[in-house]
C-alpha cells in the first residue's frame, strides 16, 4: 500500500443530512474532538458510533449523541434526551405525554403528577402514559426505582425527576419503535450495549482480585502452625486461645483491606458517573 492509498483511507469520510445540514464524520473526527471520559476507541466502536449517527440522523457536534469510554470498559453510545424527545415530537402520530414518580407515603402507593414529591414519601417508580393520534388509549409505561437508579449522583439527590425522565423515555420508544428502537439514553439499560454483558465478567474479575488479596493476607501473617506450638511447654488451653486470637486480628485485618477495596472501587464509580452527568447535562443539585 503507497502513501497516497494510506492518506486516502485515513481520510475517509461519512456524510449524512440532519435537518436540512450536512454532517461529516471521519474516525479521527470521533477519536480527537467527540469521546469523552478518557478511554481509546476501537475501530468497531468508531464505526458503530457513526452508523448509530447516520441511520438516526444525530449531530454528535450539537451533542444529540454522545459516545463516552472510560478506561478499557466497552464504549457507551448516547442518545440525548432533548434529541430523543424531538424525534418523539417530529412523528406524525404523536399526541403528547403525561408522566410522574409513583411514591410510598404512609404506606400507599400514590401517583404523582410531575416530579413533585413530599419530603417523607419515598420514591419507588416512574410512570408514562403517551399518547397517539390513531389510537384510542394511551401507551402506559411504570418501571421501578429498584431496576433503573444507580444510586449514585442525581439519582441521590433528585429521584423522583430521574425516574420520570427514563420512564418517559421508554413509554415513547415502546410507542414509536420505527422512530425510537435502538436509540438509548445515558439513563436507559440498554440490551445490546456491551457494557451490560460485562458486568458478570466484572464482577468475576471483582471475586478473583478480592480472593488473591485475602490469600496474600493470610500469607504475610506467618501464623505459626498448631501442631508446632503444641510442641511446646504451653498449656493446651492456652494454645487454643493463642490460636483463636491470632485468627481473630487475621481476620481483622482481612476485613480492612477487603473494605479498602471496595471504597476504591465505589470511589472510582463515583467519579465515572459525576463525569458523565456532567458531559450529558444532568442537572445538579443546586440547580432544582
Known amino acids: ?54 441511520f438516526q440522523h444525530l449531530n454528535p457536534f450539537l451533542k444529540e449523541a454522545y459516545i463516552i469510554k472510560f478506561g478499557s470498559q466497552p464504549a457507551q453510545l448516547i442518545t440525548s434526551k432533548e434529541a430523543f424527545m424531538k424525534r ?31 419530603r417523607t414519601d419515598k420514591v419507588v417508580g416512574g410512570w408514562a402514559d403517551v399518547f397517539r393520534k390513531d389510537r384510542k388509549e394511551p401507551h402506559r409505561v411504570e418501571i421501578s426505582m429498584q431496576e433503573f437508579s444507580k444510586g449514585q449522583s442525581t439519582w441521590n439527590t433528585m429521584p423522583a425527576t430521574m425516574i420520570r425522565k427514563t420512564a418517559i423515555v421508554n413509554a415513547l420508544r415502546e410507542a414509536f419503535p420505527e422512530a425510537l428502537g435502538g ?21 468475576t474479575e471483582r471475586e478473583q482480585q478480592a480472593n488473591s488479596i485475602l490469600k496474600g493476607a493470610t500469607n504475610d501473617n506467618n501464623v505459626q502452625p498448631v501442631n508446632d ?60
Open 88 to 118: 418523539a415530537e417530529n412523528h406524525p402520530q404523536y399526541a403528547g405525554i403525561k408522566a410522574g414518580a409513583i411514591l410510598l407515603r404512609n404506606n400507599e402507593v400514590v401517583y404523582s403528577n410531575g416530579a413533585f414529591a413530599l
Open 183 to 203: 436509540m438509548y439514553t445515558e439513563d436507559d439499560k440498554n440490551p445490546n450495549d456491551p457494557a451490560q454483558g460485562m458486568k458478570s465478567v466484572e464482577a
Open 229 to 288: 506450638i503444641q510442641d511446646t511447654s504451653t498449656e493446651p488451653e492456652q494454645v487454643e486461645k493463642d490460636v483463636k486470637q491470632e485468627d481473630e486480628q487475621s481476620d481483622d485485618e482481612i476485613t480492612e483491606i477487603i473494605q479498602g477495596y471496595e471504597e476504591t472501587q465505589a470511589n472510582d464509580q463515583e467519579e465515572q458517573t459525576e463525569l458523565l452527568d456532567e458531559i450529558t447535562g444532568q442537572p445538579k443539585e443546586d440547580e432544582q
Open 1 to 54: 500500500m503507497n502513501n497516497n492509498e494510506v492518506a486516502t483511507k485515513q481520510e475517509h469520510s461519512v456524510t449524512f443530512g440532519v435537518n436540512g445540514e450536512d454532517v461529516t464524520l471521519t474516525a479521527n473526527t470521533v477519536r480527537n474532538y467527540l469521546v469523552d471520559g478518557g478511554g481509546r476507541i476501537s475501530d468497531q466502536e468508531v464505526a458503530m458510533f457513526i452508523n448509530l449517527c447516520k
